[in-house]
Nanobody, 125 residues
């Protein structure tokens, strides 16, 4: 399984970006997917994600109401729509996948078996 993240770039505070994560090698419906981000000098943290076969999506408190995750199984792609961006959203964003996510571990990067290469998002204030 391979994941390819894309869509990062430079945006002004208050603006929007949409990141994409394309899964290849297996069908997206076989996996739960999470988005993480890592700011310079900081740990990689959970942004949001969903378990396989689950209709519910979980978000970190810091992005609730601003970020939205969606998926297109036909395109094997997961999206992270980011609105009302703030300077503190500046980070490298990663998508990750696992076939065995459970609610109690979805926030942990150690629960994911496959990772994309990351795409950089810079929000200027």
């Amino acid at each position: 399984v391979q994941l390819q993240a894309s869509g990062g770039g430079l945006v002004q505070a208050g603006g929007s970006l949409r990141l994409s994560c394309t899964v290849s090698g297996r069908t997206l419906s076989s996996y739960g997917v999470g988005w993480f981000r890592q700011a310079p000098g900081k740990e990689r943290v959970f942004v949001g994600g969903f378990k396989r076969n689950s209709g519910s999506i979980l978000y970190a408190d810091s992005v609730k109401g601003r970020f939205t995750i969606s998926r297109d199984n036909a395109k094997n792609t997961v999206y992270l729509q980011m609105n009302s961006l703030k300077s503190e959203d500046t980070a490298v964003y990663y998508c990750a996948a696992s076939a065995t996510l459970i609610t109690s571990t979805i926030h942990s990067m150690h629960a994911y078996h496959y990772w994309g290469q990351g795409t950089e998002v810079t929000v200027s204030s």
